[in-house]
Antibody, heavy 119, light 106 residues
């Protein structure tokens, strides 16, 4: 069974940093490209970032480019999102998700981790 | 690529046939996916590549369209279908979602 478990969400002050993790199990993580998607409270889904199975290429939404960095450790079965220069508008539940290659969609999702940016 | 869904909210009854529309700001071929999200839960994939049903999803869900205009249809609403639905394009490497359609019980 595919399992994705996010962690690292917390309350952080504006301008601060946070690192999210996503622990993957139940599938071949090292052959699977991954995404981060977020959802602000009461709002819709916003795609954040992508990383291929090999670690490159990586893509970012304009709203986070230059501030967030996606990475992965295939040996550990883990995906990461380093978030710097955090803003109030980054407050959201952050989900990691697997990319299904043949159909190019997000077929498995974690339960999410909440990031709150506030002073 | 901007994705626009309509309507933003919809009230319907069990047994109704419901259609949700998604329009892309440019042509995206059939790189269009649909997700269902219930309160407090992660989204769940329903339809991929505009019209392919995700494994395990009931056949009352169907998708159609190509280019810029797409639809998600639920042929006979069941109580468990009341949720928020999102379209998402994967034509661009920078994915984008529609703003969502909240389906409520009438």
């Amino acid at each position: 069974e595919v399992q994705l478990v996010e962690s690292g969400g917390d309350l952080v002050q504006p301008g601060g940093s946070l690192r999210l993790s996503c622990a993957a199990s139940g599938f071949s993580f090292d052959t699977c490209s991954m995404h981060w998607v977020r959802q602000a409270p009461g709002r819709g889904l916003e795609w954040v970032s992508y990383i291929s199975y090999s670690g490159s290429p990586k893509y970012y939404a304009d709203s986070v480019k230059g501030r967030f960095t996606i990475s992965r450790d295939n040996a550990k079965g883990s995906l990461y999102l380093q978030m710097d220069s955090l803003r109030a508008e980054d407050t959201a539940v952050y989900y990691c998700a697997t990319r299904e290659d043949s159909g190019d969609y997000l077929d498995n999702w974690g339960q999410g981790t909440l990031v709150t940016v506030s002073s | 690529i901007q994705m626009t869904q309509s309507p933003s909210s919809l009230s319907a009854s069990v047994g109704d046939r419901v259609t949700i529309t998604c329009r892309a700001s440019q042509g995206i071929n059939n790189y269009l996916n649909w997700y269902q999200q219930k309160p407090g839960k992660a989204p769940k994939a329903l339809i991929y590549a505009a019209s392919s049903l995700q494994s395990g999803v009931p056949s009352r869900f169907s998708g159609s369209g190509s280019g810029t205009d797409f639809t998600l249809t639920i042929s006979s609403l069941q109580p468990e279908d009341f949720a928020t639905y999102y379209c998402q394009q994967s034509y661009s490497t920078l994915y984008t979602f529609g703003q969502g359609t909240k389906l409520e019980i009438k």
